[in-house]
């Protein structure tokens, strides 16, 4: 694993701004970020720290995808798109991943829990060790059990 560069990082995600036409709109403090695709403008942090490059990337691919597919898969497809890069970059992403499972299946959770009938197939192969099918027609609730999502919780109930 290679050590986190800062400026690497930040020369990488400028570059891939300036081909996508996206403009940095907002800064914010927080490893957290959001895309309004119809204006191509993202508010995201500074690429400080492996999560805070990640957050960026995610945000990058909203404008990159706009709006196509359902939510869960957007996320999914931000996070699964951030991933890639952070490992083509030989980072640790043990923390992205850990992250990036909390997010996807709480966000699916959601999906299944508003009526959702059918996952997709590239989303429970992803997290195949869980029956994310078996989610439809019962109330699931998602969430970390710490602060970094070393661990889920996944609670199900029946509707």
């Known amino acids: 694993m290679k050590?986190?560069?800062k400026k690497q990082a930040a020369d990488y995600l400028d570059k891939l701004l300036q081909q996508q036409g996206i403009t940095v709109v907002a800064r914010?403090?927080?490893?957290?970020?959001w895309a309004d695709v119809k204006r191509n403008e993202i508010k995201i942090p500074f690429p400080t720290t492996i999560d805070r490059f990640g957050v960026c990337l995610h945000e990058v691919k909203h404008c990159i995808d706009k709006n196509k597919g359902k939510r869960y898969e957007q996320e999914f497809w931000a996070d699964k798109f951030a991933?890639?890069?952070?490992k083509a970059h030989e980072y640790d992403t043990q923390e992205w991943e850990?992250?990036?499972r909390w997010h996807v299946?709480?966000?699916t959770a959601m999906a299944t829990?508003?009526?959702?009938?059918?996952?997709s197939k590239e989303v429970r192969d992803y997290f195949s060790d869980i029956d994310i099918q078996g989610w439809i027609g019962k109330k699931v609730f998602v969430s970390p059990t710490d602060k970094k999502?070393?661990?889920?919780?996944?609670?199900?109930e029946l509707k």
Do not use: A, H, P, Q
Not at 113 to 119: S, T
Not at 149 to 156: E, G, H, L, V
């Open 3 to 5: 050590k986190f560069n």
């Open 28 to 33: 914010s403090k927080s490893s957290c970020g």
């Open 83 to 86: 991933l890639d890069i952070l």
């Open 98 to 100: 850990n992250r990036m």
């Open 105 to 107: 299946l709480s966000r």
């Open 113 to 119: 829990n508003r009526g959702c009938e059918y996952v």
């Open 149 to 156: 999502c070393t661990d889920i919780k996944i609670s199900i």
